[in-house]
């Protein structure tokens, strides 16, 4: 057994697990002898994933066909997990769009809410409570963004929400520790998954550096409970060095919304 295994192991739960990121931590767990309840409304996608990974991997997983924007999905999520031990929770879902934010729906409004910050919020607490009443020590690892650390036009309510869950690890990090549970937010920058290739992003002169799914599951799970903010690539810790530490709070905004403009200015003619 792996000495990941020893401490986050024998399970852990990866909410929103059935492709792109989701599905490289379900692997990479995988690959550290974790058996893993694996989270997502994609019932298809979900069902080969886990059969995949417990035929090359030899370990066990359980599906739990659940919608995150559901008001009970904490709930059903603990309650279906309670009679095992579960040492990590990994929570990666998010709702993402692409658009001028008075075009949002007052329904697109509400799920990005629900999604990546009530029913993150809600299960991180009762993960953290169970483990605190069962005096057993384990890891919480959130998924955040860079874009979380400037608001960036066309993404308002996601860099928002990304936002909200750098601050509530950094916060937990240091409030879990004395019950030796890890806490820590992977800050990720572009990433190759389904859903930002969907985006068909548009790159002029400077072109962000897409990391692989695979590799930045892989590197957070190694620095889980070794950092608190962990960014994973070199050209993003970069990044987040000039437009944190160099530039001015204005500067740095500015260059971003450009950015993004070029990226994405196509949204804002459609």
């Known amino acids: 057994m792996s000495s990941f295994n020893e401490k986050y192991g024998p399970w852990a739960i990866v909410a929103g697990a059935a492709e792109g990121l989701g599905e490289a931590y379900s692997e ?4 550290r002898g974790v058996n893993i309840f694996m989270v997502d409304n ?3 996608p979900l069902e080969n994933l886990s059969d995949r990974l417990q035929k090359e991997y030899e370990i066990q997983t359980r599906q739990l066909i659940i919608d995150l924007a559901d008001d009970d999905a904490s709930e059903q999520i603990m309650g279906l997990t309670q009679e095992f031990d579960v040492s990590l929770l990994v929570y990666n879902a998010a709702y993402s ?3 001028p934010f008075v075009d949002h729906t007052e329904e697109e ?5 629900k999604v990546n910050s009530s029913m993150q919020i809600q299960l991180v607490h009762a993960f953290s409570k169970r483990l605190i009443d069962q005096n057993h020590r384990g890891g919480l690892l959130l998924m955040s963004s860079l874009a979380g650390l400037i608001g960036m036009q066309l993404v308002a309510p996601y860099a928002a929400t990304k936002a909200f869950t750098w601050n509530l690890a950094e916060a937990l990090h240091h ?3 004395p019950h030796h549970i890890d806490v820590m937010a992977c800050v990720a920058g572009a990433t190759s998954t389904p859903a930002y290739l969907k985006t068909n992003p548009k790159y002029g002169l400077l072109k962000p550096a897409v990391m692989k799914p695979e590799v930045v599951a892989e590197s957070a799970l190694d ?3 070794k950092k608190t903010l962990f960014i994973p690539g070199f050209s993003n810790r970069l990044n987040y060095f000039i437009l944190t530490r160099l530039l001015p709070r204005k500067m740095a905004a500015t260059i971003a919304n450009k950015t993004m403009e070029k990226m994405y200015g196509h949204y804002l003619s459609s």
């Open 28 to 31: 990479a767990l995988a690959r």
């Open 42 to 44: 994609q019932a298809v």
């Open 97 to 99: 769009l692409i658009k």
């Open 109 to 113: 409004l509400e799920t990005f809410i």
């Open 175 to 177: 409030e879990l520790k």
């Open 223 to 225: 620095s889980l409970g």
